[in-house]
């Protein structure tokens, strides 16, 4: 596999570097706001688990962290559910 790509054993498009991506903190359900980041992705990163770098640009919750660099994992052991990662790029 390149290491600027992850075709996903979860997600049905593949995430590449350059790709702008939404990661949500909880399934989105009626009657609550959602929670989630939105970032380009910079790199995916193994080091301490598979996850995509992604430069923020937009957060559901505030603006702290917007323009700051994060992890996003790709895979989660709890409340994993399709569409937890979309690449909005691919849309």
């Known amino acids: ?3 600027n790509s ?5 997600f049905t498009e593949q995430v590449e570097i350059g790709d702008v991506i939404r990661s949500y903190d909880f399934k989105p359900m009626v ?3 959602d929670c989630f980041v939105e970032g ?3 790199a995916i990163d ?6 995509f770098v992604i430069t923020v640009t937009k957060d559901s919750w505030d603006d ?9 994992p790709i895979h989660v052991a709890y409340n994993d559910y399709p569409g937890r990662v ?3 790029s691919r849309i």
């Not at 193994?46 to 996850?51: F, I, L, M, P, Q």
């Open 6 to 10: 992850y075709p996903g054993k979860k």
């Open 64 to 72: 702290a962290r917007v323009g700051k660099e994060i992890l996003v």
């Open 86 to 88: 979309m690449n909005l």
């Open 31 to 33: 009657g609550r706001d």
């Open 1 to 3: 596999m390149a290491r």
């Open 46 to 51: 193994s080091r301490y688990y598979d996850a």
């Open 40 to 42: 380009k992705v910079t």
